[in-house]
């Protein structure tokens, strides 16, 4: 178990809809980082957060967004969904003495 | 800007068998390197990584990877394999000057073999 928590684990929507990703870092890891996991595209960061800030952005879609809260938790939203947003969608944080990510399980979003 | 290549989208070997897993990188300023493993429907596990020091790293499960700078590559090898050891295998690179996302290898998939 890395300690980073994401829920859900399965997402089925439609096309069209939104969803909310939702992660918890570890205890005490101030960075979070998004990345989407698919067949054709393999692991693509997507942004990180930072303490509550942006601190890089990847190859994120500008219908997606994300932000960290004061408890350091951090949502991925994802707007009008399209068949190709089907993916994983991990979570990963880090502490600034160390360079490692340790990731989460993941949340598989699948878009009907 | 980074990258990381990974040469083969998989590797067979017999259990008891030395195995390597490819791996070579581009980055612009230092590197930090990691390898990561993915087992079916879970998330990346950290195996090791190397900042600097000996070329040879030590990690997890009896993993162990080399660094070389002339050739830009970090090969993950072990000893003798194990059937459990079957999973995705990523590469990893940071720029240690370019931020802190990290970008990876399109992945090997390791078939270990009884």
């Known amino acids: 178990d890395s300690g980073v928590t994401q829920t859900p684990k399965h997402l089925i929507t439609a096309t069209g809809q939104r969803v909310t990703l939702r992660c918890s870092p570890r205890?005490?890891?101030?960075?979070v980082y998004w990345y989407q996991q698919s067949l054709d595209q393999g692991l693509q960061f997507l942004i990180q957060?930072?303490?509550?800030?942006?601190?890089a952005k990847g190859n994120i879609l500008e219908r997606f967004s994300a932000q960290q809260f004061p408890d350091l938790h951090s949502e991925l939203n994802l707007s009008s969904l399209e068949l190709g947003d089907s993916a994983l969608y991990f979570c990963?944080?880090?502490?600034?003495?160390?360079?490692?990510?340790?990731f989460g399980q993941g949340t598989r979003l699948t878009v009907v | 800007a980074q990258s990381v290549a990974q040469p083969e989208d998989q590797v067979n070997v017999a259990e008891g068998n030395p195995l390597t897993v490819k791996c070579t990188y581009s980055v612009s300023g230092n590197p930090y390197l990691f390898w990561y493993v993915q087992y079916p429907n879970r998330g990346l596990q950290f195996l090791l990584k190397?900042?600097?020091?000996?070329?040879l790293v030590k990690g997890s499960y009896g993993f162990e990877a080399e660094f070389n700078k002339s050739q830009t590559s970090f090969h993950l090898k072990k000893p003798s394999a194990l059937v459990s050891d079957s999973a995705l295998y990523f590469c990893?690179?940071?720029?240690?000057?370019?931020?802190?996302?990290?970008?990876f290898g399109g992945g090997t998939r390791l078939m270990v073999k009884p």
């Open positions: 990893a690179v940071r720029d240690v000057d370019a931020g802190n996302m990290l970008t």
């Open positions: 990963a944080s880090s502490v600034v003495r160390e360079p490692e990510a340790f």
């Open positions: 190397y900042i600097t020091g000996d070329n």
């Open positions: 205890s005490g890891d101030l960075s």
């Open positions: 957060y930072y303490n509550g800030e942006e601190r």
